[in-house]
């Protein structure tokens, strides 16, 4: 199977969860939370979910701000209920959203190895390309690829060149 892919890159960056933590009255944590002259991880992060989380992380302080927030669930220091991805991931380009994205080309798909591996969102009879980049950037992902037509693949990493075909196989 085939499946062109469109990126949204480059923008700002989001809020650090520093301020989410200021926001519940959590400033005597802050500086330890994140920042590295002073982090240091507070405990031996092993819940698996918490561990694919920082696997995942695309920024050292995003690491540091996943593995605080494991701890402190740790020992029932509360926190809130939902934490929203705060950690750097892109710079989004509004215009290049609005625009569907950049094309990037067609790229051999399967599913043992998917070309974009972060979110899939199945059976979307209204999706296109445009639509499919943008859930994608307001999800966090700088990639996406739509296949079949009602496909949308999102993902963090440019797909792997050696897996391109030409544009009139897509």
């Known amino acids: 199977t085939t499946n062109p892919v469109t990126s949204s890159l480059p923008s700002s960056s989001p809020e650090s969860l520093v301020k989410l933590m200021r926001m519940f009255g959590q400033r005597s ?31 050292d302080q995003c690491k540091r701000e996943l593995t605080s927030v494991s701890c402190l669930a740790r020992v029932n220091i509360p926190f ?8 750097t ?12 994205g ?17 979110f899939v969102r199945n059976d979307w009879d209204l999706n296109s390309p ?11 992902f700088a990639f996406s690829g739509v296949q079949y037509g009602v496909e949308c693949f999102c993902g963090h990493d440019k797909p792997d060149q050696s897996l391109r075909i030409k544009d009139d196989n897509c």
Do not use: H
């Not at 031996?44 to 918490?50: G, H, L, R, S, Y």
């Open 130 to 140: 445009a639509l499919c980049t943008r859930m994608c950037s307001r999800a966090g």
């Open 80 to 87: 809130p209920d939902f934490i929203p991805s705060l950690c």
């Open 102 to 118: 950049k094309p990037l080309g067609c790229y051999r798909d399967s599913f043992d190895a998917r070309v974009l591996k972060g």
């Open 89 to 100: 991931r892109f710079s989004e380009d509004a215009g290049l959203v609005l625009a569907g």
């Open 29 to 59: 944590k802050e500086d330890l939370a994140t920042d590295p002259k002073y982090w240091k991880s507070s405990c031996q992060v092993t819940n698996p979910d918490a561990l694919d989380a920082i696997r995942r992380a695309k920024t």
